[in-house]
């Protein structure tokens, strides 16, 4: 059986953790970081997640190791839901061809009878369970995600290892490994829990006690109940994960209660005089006409999944414990010496029995057990990873007892080290590397890896797209050189020999090592560095003639003529649009999921959405001195709603923001500078909860929540208006408005209002559509509209689907830009069926209306709001550039 570890990832822009795959034919194991990108990294080296059954993440449970989790989970739901599908559908149609082709005998029925049977066993087969090993915290970062996270028949197990657990021998007992902490039929793994200066738990304050929350009696008959606390805490927050992903809730599910009794907000349904259900659009509580009070009718209400009802989970605090594991395979059977069984005289057919651990009797009568023929067991290969965030973690990782132990040094033939900046150089861990140097040393690290092009299809499309124009796609920042600044000292192999190797290597993503059935290190699986010349020479000469011929267009004096008649007071011409993530759902290899950054000259940035991996999507974009500027100038981040694909990247922006303004303070009152968060309750509620598991900024944050008072009668909410001058210069608006739209529970639409840039001009208008229906309230509050940006999920062929999934088309799109008088309109978040570029007629959408200017996103696109026109230019190069294999 072929079994390996591989390096996915390795410290990039684009995919800041590291991420190995230990690969059985049976079933495939992640350990270390799951951050941001990581499955994104996957789908690029196409390797699936069908048979990922157990993660193990190494380092402490923080945003930074833990960023792809959940979009991960996520999609593992999505791809068991999909096999489970794919089986029932092949065994019935097995059905249907039995039915046509067994003749009416005596055995018909029994037989069609059992293949049903398998037909219904393998659409309720019993759900895979998802198990995540983990240090403290992972189950209440897990439950922190109750609101927006819910997949049925997905069990999930979260293993939390928050004590020492040490391997220990009785005096006089010789050097071996502990009983595994975890085992299955292929390995067994040692946790490492590895906890740095301090207490175990990083603080000496213990935490806080916990409120009860609304909605906890639904889950109370599954919690423990305990007289330690801190045990019930634990008890509860495990069953909010258990009820977000092995729930019997059902969404046709609904309960009768009073207009007055039901918790809203909440879709209410009445029965008309029919009996037939409608949605309940009358009078609310409170909403009382000319004195008469609203009755307390009898109405219909579908709860939320149970998980999502409690308000408050109990309070913890950062944990300052980094995991570790030891990983090995199990012992495997001696060789077995035919030639020797045949010597012995045991006849063919016995081997078998040998093999099995039988013996047998030979032509002569004698006995021939299986230790004549069959040579030592052979020890199963070990491996351990290891992760130090930082210096303080090493005097801890080194007094751990099994680095001292030669049962299990004498196994480990690598180590994988997952290293913070700086901690590759210091002495003590070189020093514990030299003294092990039979080990294989394998760093993975800012200090020592490149920052390689890890999304290498996205990579060599933006080359394309630059090629053809140049003025609005950017090549991408990297860097194929390792850095120099943490260069490993050179060690002899051994005493008796003259040669040297390095006291460790640089990880590099796809680098294998082969345990079974022997151990390998290949080299040749390193991913290859994208070829930039070759994704340029490959393009379509058609491709480059349109190219050719857009450029010589936009040159014309009549063509500039034109431009500059159409930017006609036209406010910020220079306002710069960035879409980030043009993708719906989930990551994709040509397109990231939802984010679009617009820099407004002289005012600041603007993030609305920020999908997984945004801010790596900048890096890779920008380059870290420009991107240090942009965090710099980052005034306002806007969450459209709680689906994963939106809001997914908003901590590790937050954290970049705030150390790249933590040195910046006012020369007035001293503050440090504020970012607005403005989003649902929901989203904001999600980021307290997180701030607990992680400092990452939330103490800066100026939050507004985007309420609708009277929904569900009115949609419209209540603006937020900025009527004091210091906070029109802190964040650059004057006001924010905002509807509710048809998504999901919470999802709003939104416009954002600049001051103008001089007396008598018109101000920027910026409309933000998230994902929804199209919306006669959104186009109301965004009534004349510099810039529109609206999702465009499906083509116009496919309004089924929108109306099904709660999205747009391109056509219903284009036609809110029209009812909202939009003067620009950027279409965005394209299903990912479509992946390279969604169906599109640019000179006859361009001439939907006079004065409304239409473009098609790309991930990592920059178009000022001036250069629209021209922009749309090179529309036809584009898509003959799609119309081949890109």
């Known amino acids: 059986m072929l079994n390996y570890v591989q390096l996915i990832t390795t410290p990039t822009a684009d995919t800041p953790g590291t991420c190995l795959l230990v690969h059985h034919d049976n079933r495939r194991y992640l350990f270390g970081n799951i951050a941001e990108g990581t499955q994104r990294a996957f789908v690029q080296q196409k390797v699936s997640l069908s048979r990922a059954e157990e993660i193990f993440l190494t380092g402490p449970i923080d945003w930074r190791t833990t960023g ?276 012995l005289g045991v006849a063919k057919h016995d081997n078998r029995r040998l093999v099995g651990g039988q013996s047998v009797t030979a032509a002569d009568g004698s006995t021939v057990t299986p230790e004549m023929v069959i040579g030592a067991p052979v020890e199963g290969a070990a491996f351990a990873i290891v992760e130090l965030p930082d210096v303080t973690y090493i005097d801890a990782f080194l007094a751990k007892s099994e680095w001292t132990d030669t ?39 800012q200090d020592t890896c490149a920052n390689r092009l890890a999304l290498s299809s996205a990579a060599a499309l933006q080359v394309k797209h630059h090629r053809v124009d140049p003025e609005r796609f950017p090549v991408q920042k990297y860097d194929n050189i390792p850095p120099q600044s943490a260069s490993p000292v050179p060690i002899k192999e051994s005493k008796d020999k003259e040669s040297e190797r390095l006291l460790y290597e640089a990880a590099q993503p796809g680098w294998t090592v082969r345990l079974a059935p022997q151990v390998l290190e290949e080299e040749n699986k390193v991913y290859p560095y994208v070829n930039f010349a070759k994704a340029v020479q490959e393009m379509n000469p058609q491709v480059l003639a349109l190219s050719d011929a857009a450029r010589k267009q936009v040159a014309e004096p009549s063509f500039q003529s034109a431009v500059s008649l159409s930017n006609t007071n036209l406010p910020y011409p220079d306002t710069e649009v960035i879409p980030l993530g043009t993708g719906s759902a989930m990551p994709s290899k040509y397109r990231n999921v939802s984010a679009t950054l617009v820099r407004v000259p002289g005012i600041g940035s603007y993030l609305f959405d920020c999908g997984e991996n ?131 529970h919470g999802a709003l639409a939104v416009v954002f209002t600049w001051p103008s840039a001089k007396e008598g001009d018109e101000p920027l208008k910026i409309a933000y559509s998230g994902d929804c229906r199209p919306s006669a309230d959104f186009a109301a509050i965004g009534r004349g509209a510099t810039l529109l940006l609206h999702e465009s999920t499906f083509d116009d062929e496919l309004k089924g689907e929108a109306v099904a999934k709660k999205h747009s088309t391109m056509g219903e799109a284009l036609s809110v830009g029209r009812d909202m008088g939009a003067r620009r309109v950027l279409l965005t978040h394209f299903s990912q069926r479509y992946p390279k570029i969604p169906v599109f007629n640019a000179s006859e959408n361009n001439n939907a209306a006079a004065e409304m200017q239409v473009l098609v996103a790309f991930d990592q696109m920059r178009v000022r709001l001036g250069e629209f026109k021209t922009a749309a230019a090179f529309l036809p190069a584009l898509q003959k550039l799609y119309e081949g294999d890109v």
């Not at 897990?142 to 004590?163: C, D």
């Not at 070189?430 to 993975?444: C, L, N």
């Open 407 to 445: 049962g299990i040094m004498g196994a480990i033939d690598t180590i994988f080290w997952l290293l913070g900046t700086g901690v590759v150089a210091d002495t003590r861990l070189q020093a514990f590397m030299q003294k092990h140097s039979r080990i294989r040393h394998t760093v993975s690290s």
């Open 614 to 744: 945004t801010l790596g999507s900048m890096r890779r974009m920008l380059g870290d001195a420009v991107l240090d500027e942009v965090l710099k100038e980052l005034r306002v981040l806007w969450i459209s709603h709680l689906h994963a694909d939106h809001h997914l990247g908003t901590v590790s922006v937050i954290r970049a923001w705030r150390d790249a303004t933590d040195s910046i303070e006012s020369s007035t009152d001293g503050k440090k500078p504020r970012l607005m968060v403005a989003s649902h309750i929901n989203m904001l509620h999600w980021l307290r909860e997180f701030a607990e598991i992680q400092d990452f900024g939330h103490d800066r944050l100026f939050q507004v929540n985007l309420d609708c008072p009277n929904f569900p009668r009115s949609h419209v909410c209540a603006p937020f208006i900025v009527d004091n001058p210091s906070v029109v210069a802190e964040f650059g608006l004057t006001r924010i408005d905002a509807c509710r739209v048809e998504h999901c």
């Open 68 to 343: 792809g989790l959940l979009g991960m989970i996520l999609t593992v739901a999505e791809v068991v839901q999909s096999a489970r599908t794919a089986a029932a559908d092949e065994s019935a149609a097995k059905v249907a061809k039995l039915k046509r082709s067994t003749s009416k005998s005596a055995g018909h029925a029994a037989v069609l009878a059992a293949a049903e049977a398998a037909v219904e066993a393998a659409a309720s087969a019993a759900p895979r369970t998802l198990s995540i090993h983990g240090g403290t915290n992972l189950t209440q970062l897990l439950a922190t995600a109750r609101r927006f996270v819910f997949r049925k028949g997905l069990p999930l197990r979260p293993h939390e290892v928050r004590e020492e657990n040490s391997t220990k021998k009785d005096e006089g007992e010789s050097s071996s490994f502990r009983e595994p902490d975890w085992s299955d039929e292929n390995i067994m793994v040692w946790y490492v829990p590895v906890f740095a200066e301090g207490n175990r738990n990083g603080s000496s304050e213990p935490a806080p006690s916990r409120k009860r929350g609304h909605g906890e009696d639904v889950l109370e008959e599954s919690s423990t109940i305990d007289d330690d606390p801190e045990i019930t805490d634990r008890a509860f927050v495990s069953s909010v994960v258990s009820h977000m992903f092995d729930s019997d809730w059902q969404l046709d599910a609904l309960t009768e209660t009073t207009l007055y009794a039901a918790k809203l907000p909440a879709k209410l349904f009445v029965k008309d005089e029919q009996g037939h259900l409608k949605v309940y659009d009358g009078p609310m509580p409170g909403q009382e006409e000319d004195g008469v009070e609203v009755p307390d009718i009898p109405v219909l209400v579908r709860q939320p999944w149970p998980a999502a009802l409690i308000q408050a989970l109990p309070h913890t605090q950062p944990a300052r414990q980094s995991m570790c594991y030891i990983v090995r395979n199990y012992p495997q059977r001696g060789k077995f010496n035919a030639a020797e069984a045949a010597r």
